[in-house]
Each structure stands twice: as structure tokens, then as C-alpha cells.
């Protein structure tokens, strides 16, 4: 053991090789050493944590301004959760590492104390650094001091103040611990007690309406039973009318067939009275046409009796007529013979007179 190389470690990790190695410590930086955000001793664990530190990370200006809905709702969604698992895991390997940390002041007290150093223990020490560097959750491991033979002490040991230190600081922790989770039973017992009361109220509401819907129901049961009496009575007067539309339905159509027939033979009356009056018509046209008949056949007879006085008058004038055209046109011929030029004579000419006049 006295060749074993102590490994750079950091966080508590590095502090418990140093306490180790030296007991001269402070309080303060005991306490600020247990209170560090970095838990982890190995890289996986120290990048983890540093990663979902950053990644929370949030970044406040001088002027902060309030925040949108979508930025609560996703902090409150998202980043809460976060938060609070991040500060469970830092709270659970807090407890591991001062529990390791009393652990390996116990063990060293005991080696202080004892008289004769035991192959055991010098096993157990060995074996330390494997068993927390082992461990998911938090790493730590703590580099044992090479065993030195010391003299056997008689009397009592004397008080270590490193270790009554310690002890100070654990009990402060436990008792914050205490105090933390007392308060957050009582948080957790007022909001139970909360829940019940909104349980209870909601509850009677519940009870309230429930017998508001049972009053209701006995209401809406006594309105369908007299629904259904109702209903039971306009059935019976259902069949009543029904039986009366069936006797009114037969009177009508009756009715609708005397109706029928008072017009029918109103119709026949009225068309009687016109075949009557039609007949009438037609006589008296025919008595008109023969009259007309009658009368045309005399005024025929009387046309034709004209017409052939008419052919003998015209025939009597054209007669007439002609007898004074042949007397007309012999003497007109005779004075043309008289006084006609003879067509042999050269010295007869044509003057500018109206035409058939000459000059000898």
C-alpha cells in the first residue's frame, strides 16, 4: 500500500484523499466542500450532473420581464420536473457521501484507538476505494494511509477535534435533513388535508346533487305515469275518432255521389235544353236557307231576264250603229276620191302643215 499513486479526484471526492492524507482541516471548507454541486467522483457521473446543471441553467437580466404563458407553461412542464429530480439526486448522494464520509472517520478512529493494527482492517482499507467507486450513484473513494505501527496507548484516547468536526457537521446535516423533510411531510400533510376538505366539499356537492337528481327522478317518474295515463285516454279517444272519421269518410263519399248525380242531371237538364234549342235553330235556318233558296232562284230568273234584254238592246244598237258607219265611210271615200292629189304630178310638195294637207 505504501507504493499506491493517490489519483487527482475533485468535489468531495478529492477532499476525502487530502483528509486522508492531512488532518489539519477547517470548518469552513468542510462545509463548503460538503455543500459543493458536484457530487460525482467519476467522469460519467461529473459530466452528467454538469450537463443537467447547465442545461437548468437559466440566465436572469437587470430588467427582468415577466415571462409569457409558453415560457411558464414550459417551465413549470418541462424544466420543473427536471429540477426537482436533479435536486432529489443531489440530495440522495449528499446523504451518501456524509454517510461515507463518518464511515471512514469511524474506521480511522478505530485504527487510532486500537492497540495492535488487525490484517482486517488494513483488508477493509484496501478495499474502500473499490466498494465506492463502484457504487451507480455517487463514485467516492478514499486513499488509506500505508498502516503504521504505533505504540500501544493505555489510558484513554483524547479527543480528536477533526472528528468531533465532523460529527458537528453531520449532525447539522441530519438535523437540516430532519427539518427538511419534516416540512415536507407537513406540506405534504396540509395538502392531503387540503385534498380531503376539497374531497369532503366535493362530496357533498356530489351528495347534493344526488338528491336533487333523486328529487328529480320522482318528479319525471310521476310526470311519465301521468304521461302515460295520457297517453292511455288519447288512445281510447284515438279510437273513437277513428271510428267516427270512418262514419263521417262513408257520409262524405255519399254525399259526394248524390252531389254527383243532382249534377249529372242537372247537366242532362241543361244539355236537353240545348239539344231543344240547337233543333230550334237548326229549323228555323232551314226554313231561311229555303227561303233564301226561293228567293235566289227568283232573282236568277229575273238576271237572266235582263241579261237577255240587255244581249237584244246592245244587239239592236250595234245594228244601228253600223248602218250609220257604212253611210259615213262611203261618203268620206267620195270626197277623198275628189280632192286626193294625184301621186303623178312633181309639182306637189310637202309643206310644214298638220299632216294629210298638200299644196298644188
Known amino acids: 500500500m505504501a507504493g499506491y499513486e493517490?489519483?487527482?479526484?475533485?468535489?468531495?471526492?478529492?477532499?476525502?484523499?487530502?483528509?486522508?492524507?492531512?488532518?489539519?482541516c477547517e470548518l469552513p471548507r468542510l462545509v463548503s466542500v460538503v455543500h459543493m454541486p458536484a457530487l460525482a467522483a467519476s467522469g460519467s457521473c461529473s459530466a452528467d450532473i454538469e450537463q443537467r446543471v447547465q442545461s437548468l441553467a437559466v440566465n436572469i437580466p437587470d430588467n427582468p420581464e415577466p415571462d409569457s404563458f409558453a415560457e411558464r407553461a414550459e417551465n413549470y412542464y418541462q424544466k420543473r420536473p427536471q429540477l426537482i429530480g436533479l435536486l432529489h439526486d443531489l440530495h440522495h448522494r449528499y446523504l451518501y457521501l456524509a454517510d461515507r464520509y463518518s464511515q471512514s472517520l469511524l474506521h480511522r478512529h478505530h485504527r487510532r484507538t486500537s492497540s495492535v493494527p488487525s490484517d482486517l482492517d488494513a483488508d477493509e482499507d484496501t478495499d474502500l476505494p473499490d466498494s465506492t467507486c463502484s457504487d451507480a450513484e455517487s463514485s467516492l473513494s478514499f486513499q488509506p494511509l500505508p498502516a503504521q505501527p504505533r505504540p500501544q496507548f493505555q489510558g484513554p484516547a483524547p479527543a480528536d477535534p477533526d472528528l468531533i468536526v465532523a460529527e458537528l457537521v453531520l449532525a447539522a446535516v441530519e438535523r437540516d435533513l430532519v427539518e427538511a423533510e419534516g416540512a415536507e411531510v407537513e406540506r405534504r400533510l396540509a395538502e392531503s388535508a387540503r385534498k380531503i376538505e376539497l374531497q369532503g366539499s366535493l362530496v357533498e356537492v356530489l351528495e347534493a346533487e344526488r338528491m336533487v337528481l333523486l328529487g328529480e327522478n320522482a318528479r319525471l317518474a310521476f310526470r311519465a305515469a301521468f304521461a302515460e295515463e295520457e297517453a292511455r285516454a288519447v288512445a281510447a279517444e284515438l279510437g273513437y275518432m277513428r271510428r267516427r272519421a270512418a262514419e263521417l269518410a262513408r257520409a262524405v263519399v255519399k254525399l259526394r255521389e248524390d252531389h254527383r248525380v243532382c249534377l249529372l242531371g242537372r247537366r242532362i237538364e241543361g244539355l236537353q235544353a240545348q239539344i231543344y234549342g240547337l233543333e230550334r235553330r237548326n229549323r228555323e235556318c232551314f226554313e231561311a236557307m229555303a227561303k233564301r233558296e226561293k228567293e235566289k232562284g227568283e232573282a236568277r230568273a229575273e238576271v237572266d231576264r235582263l241579261r237577255d234584254e240587255n244581249r237584244r238592246l246592245r244587239q239592236e244598237a250595234e245594228s244601228a250603229r253600223a248602218?250609220?258607219?257604212?253611210?259615213?265611210?262611203?261618203?268620206?271615200?267620195?270626197?277623198?276620191f275628189d280632192w286626193a292629189p294625184s301621186p303623178c304630178a312633181p309639182h306637189v310638195r310637202e309643206s310644214n302643215v298638220p299632216k294629210n294637207c298638200f299644196y298644188i
Open 6 to 24: 493517490r489519483p487527482q479526484q475533485s468535489g468531495l471526492c478529492g477532499y476525502a484523499s487530502q483528509r486522508d492524507g492531512d488532518d489539519d
Open 323 to 336: 248602218r250609220r258607219r257604212s253611210g259615213r265611210s262611203w261618203w268620206a271615200r267620195v270626197r277623198r
